[in-house]
């Protein structure tokens, strides 16, 4: 698609070379699964516009305007009226998804929400919001001090994981760059 070979052109230096093809091709798995719950062969503006805001909003709003304009100009889709971003709703919807049975097939990704402060408020707000709900998401945390990060911590909190992916559980890790 002409759009998005130009897409890392319209973002800033910071963000420079940001967007990749798996972009593309989940952007492209997100269209093709709003036209089979449709039971349509041809996306519309909607689908396209939802399904970049899905893919392609993490940078700042200004830039994602010009991302949505380059990609309904290649579609030949006049200009929407309101291009903002809508994180709240798409991590929403984020969220909600299921994995099927063949994952490499998926229409999405998993989510990965970085909390940049140091106290964590970034949790408290999507439990608030109902973003996520306490009954259904399992939360596996590692202290961020250098005398816990101990073999047995780190087995004990991928078990946790295990346990939460075999469930279906959602779940949320705090601190986990030793697990990584």
Known sequence: CQAFEQVNSTVSKQHHRWFHSRDFVYLCRYLRRCMSQKGVRIFDESMLLDGLRRNFQTVNPAEFKDIVELFFKSCRFAAPTDCSPMSLHSLRESVR?????????????????????????????????????????????????????TPIRRTEALRKVKVAIERGRTLLLVNSAPLH
Not at 117 to 135: G, M, R, Y
């Open 97 to 149: 998804d299921r994995h099927p049975e063949d994952p490499s097939a998926a229409p999405f990704r998993h989510t990965l929400i970085i909390d940049s402060s140091n106290s964590e408020n970034a949790i408290d707000l999507l439990f608030h919001t109902k973003i996520l709900s306490q009954d259904s998401t399992q939360i596996v945390a590692l202290s961020d001090f250098v005398d816990d990060d």
